[in-house]
């Protein structure tokens, strides 16, 4: 049977004067908390007295500002501990370090004039931390730029402008498909939908242009390299990385010293596109082509047996041919004097006057060899075959060359009506060459050298190139218009620059760390060509007002 108690009976259970009892466990903590803090306090005074002062500093500076490391209030300007204690900054958003101390030295440019918040309104601190070594300043987390970009259509304050629908609205990350676009350029070329966010204040534009199909009709947009050269890249490396490829080289005698290329110890592909394709000395983007460097050793514009013409603009062609054949009429053995000279001037080499007839076959002389300087040539392929058969030895084929022409490699135009008659009637466009195809982000070659110029623009197996949809759909070695663009695709990037990269062959060790995969790798904030000089900020720089004749003086108060 249970027993029961009564209220009376329970609380007599209950010791009245329990708070009056010391909590051992209370107390215990109270005293290490104590003791806690007066051995920390203590710390740090032997530290200071011991000369010691590197606990008191927030952390190792960025070696560019080594030298105010001592000037604390030069950068930081108001008491923020405070402030973030009683507003709970969480988000971090409250900084110490004003934008007035920072652009005291660093101009940075906005980024678009459209971005909401405004670039003033953005702490510089926000992105750029310091005290952490040289990391902190430019290497910043993905957070700062996804904060707006993970939803850029609230983050301009005026949605219509071009710049707005002009990049892609959602990024969140590089590492997957869903977190970056395809590349621009590449999204054209495979006939992107309207609504993929390219408008015109992309500079994709300025790289490619639209083409009507090859039925004459428009068939949809199609792109195409916006280069107005003729350029063959099958022609030219299947005469470098053919079958007998050292004896062609040597038949053909081009000098390997002018193009810093071992061609007799030519290993691979890559070697054969260095001999064209230089790194800037950044390491990061290709140098433009030079016909002097580059081209001049095969392609010779002849204007008879013994003399070239000038790779320049057709009217420096034409005063050089003026004065070309001019020369051969006053310097002809069978000429003799008309008119009697005009009395010469003393100190002056006076040079003979044409008669109308000699005037008459040097303008049709220059006529004549513009025409054909305008004139399109016989194909590569024919050309070479007569090159390798109009010597005996690579010395005379180095001198002969394949003739060229203007036509051969540019396109050709009229000139505009109303030119004077000194003036030829025919132009050169430009050739509009890109020296960057990737305008919005940046590159560095050099970073890339361990890999084979192939990997990336297109591989020699023309099955094995189709297999692999991040690769140029027209390889390089296969590639005979300028107009195929031979990028690869944001996949291959990601093959090596992601959180998960693609794991190496069997039997290899695996990869569990990729590289580097944020946003500050490809893309900058900053507008650094908006950049402008805001003058000396040490005096020691800037220009003496200490007369020359001072300076000079061993005692610049000396008289």
């Given at each position: 049977m249970p027993i029961y108690f009564t209220s009376r009976e329970l609380s007599e259970r209950v010791e009245k004067d329990a708070q009056k009892h010391a909590n051992r466990f209370r107390r215990r903590t109270w005293w290490a908390s104590l003791w806690l803090c007066v051995g920390c306090l203590g710390w740090l005074f032997f530290k200071g007295a011991v000369g010691e002062q590197r606990i008191f500093e927030g952390g190792?500076?960025?070696?560019?500002?080594?030298?105010?490391?001592?000037?604390?209030?030069?950068?930081?300007?108001?008491?923020?501990?405070?402030?973030?204690?009683?507003?709970?900054?969480?988000?971090?958003?409250?900084?110490s370090v004003e934008n007035k101390a920072c652009v005291e030295c660093h101009p940075g440019a906005s980024h678009h004039d459209t971005q909401s918040p405004k670039h003033d309104d953005i702490s510089c601190a926000f992105c750029h931390n310091e005290h952490i070594g040289d990391l902190g300043l430019k290497r910043m987390p993905d957070s700062a730029c996804t904060s707006c970009h993970r939803n850029l259509d609230k983050h301009f304050t005026a949605p219509a402008d071009g710049a707005s629908s002009s990049f892609v609205a959602a990024v969140s990350t590089f590492s997957n498909d869903n977190g970056h676009p395809e590349f621009a350029v590449r999204r054209?070329?495979?006939?992107?939908?309207?609504?993929?966010?390219?408008?015109?204040?992309?500079?994709?534009?300025?790289?490619?242009?639209?083409?009507?199909?090859?039925?004459?009709?428009?068939?949809?947009?199609?792109?195409?390299?916006?280069?107005?050269?003729?350029?063959?890249?099958?022609?030219?490396?299947?005469?470098?990385?053919?079958?007998?490829?050292?004896?062609?080289?040597?038949?053909?005698?081009?000098?390997?010293?002018?193009?810093?290329?071992?061609?007799?110890?030519?290993?691979?592909?890559?070697?054969?596109?260095?001999?064209?394709?230089?790194?800037?000395?950044?390491?990061?983007?290709?140098?433009?082509?030079?016909?002097e460097k580059h081209c001049h050793q095969c392609h010779k514009m002849w204007v008879d047996d013994k003399t070239e013409s000038p790779h320049e603009a057709p009217e420096v062609v034409r005063g050089f041919l003026t004065e070309h054949f001019t020369l051969q009429v006053i310097n002809s053995p069978e000429?003799?004097?008309?008119?009697?000279?005009?009395?010469?001037?003393?100190?002056?080499?006076?040079?003979?006057?044409?008669?109308?007839?000699?005037?008459?076959?040097?303008a049709g002389e220059v006529a004549k060899s513009e025409a054909e300087l305008?004139?399109?040539?016989?194909?590569?392929?024919?050309?070479?075959?007569?090159?390798?058969?109009?010597?005996?030895?690579?010395?005379?084929?180095?001198?002969?060359?394949?003739?060229?022409?203007c036509a051969k490699c540019h396109e050709l135009g009229v000139a505009e009506s109303g030119v004077g008659k000194l003036e030829p009637n025919w132009t050169v466009q430009p050739t509009n060459i890109p020296t960057r195809w990737q305008p919005h982000a940046v590159f560095s070659h050099r970073g890339h050298q361990l890999l084979n110029c192939a990997e990336c623009h297109g591989l020699a197996d023309k099955?094995?190139?189709?297999?692999?949809?991040?690769?140029?759909?027209?390889?390089?070695?296969?590639?005979?218009?300028?107009?195929?663009?031979?990028?690869?695709?944001?996949?291959?990037?990601?093959?090596?620059?992601?959180?998960?990269?693609?794991?190496?062959?069997?039997?290899?060790?695996?990869?569990?760390?990729?590289a580097r995969a944020g946003c500050v790798e490809c893309h900058i904030y900053h507008d650094h060509s908006k950049d402008a000089f805001i003058g000396h900020q040490n005096p020691m720089l800037g220009t003496s007002r200490v007369q020359v004749d001072a300076i000079l003086k061993s005692n610049p108060n000396d008289k």
């Open positions: 190792q500076l960025a070696s560019h500002h080594r030298f105010i490391e001592n000037d604390c209030a030069r950068c930081h300007t108001k008491w923020a501990p405070l402030q973030r204690l009683v507003s709970l900054d969480f988000n971090h958003s409250v900084h054209l070329l495979a006939g992107s939908p309207s609504d993929e966010r390219l408008g015109p204040g992309h500079k994709v534009f300025k790289l490619l242009e639209s083409v009507e199909g090859k039925d004459g009709k428009e068939s949809g947009q199609r792109y195409r390299d916006a280069a107005k050269i003729k350029f063959n890249h099958e022609l030219h490396l299947g005469i470098l990385l053919g079958p007998n490829q050292k004896v062609l080289l040597e038949r053909i005698g081009l000098d390997g010293g002018k193009l810093n290329v071992d061609l007799q110890n030519l290993m691979d592909g890559s070697q054969v596109c260095t001999m064209c394709h230089q790194v800037d000395p950044a390491g990061r983007y290709m140098q433009s082509i030079s016909f000429r003799f004097q008309i008119e009697p000279q005009d009395r010469a001037v003393p100190g002056r080499q006076q040079r003979p006057r044409l008669s109308a007839a000699e005037a008459k076959a040097v305008q004139k399109k040539p016989a194909p590569g392929a024919e050309e070479l075959q007569k090159l390798l058969s109009q010597a005996e030895n690579s010395a005379a084929r180095r001198e002969n060359g394949v003739k060229s022409t099955d094995a190139n189709a297999k692999q949809d991040y690769l140029p759909h027209t390889s390089v070695f296969h590639s005979r218009d300028t107009g195929d663009v031979l990028l690869p695709g944001v996949a291959l990037c990601r093959r090596c620059h992601s959180t998960t990269p693609e794991q190496s062959p069997e039997g290899n060790a695996p990869r569990h760390i990729g």
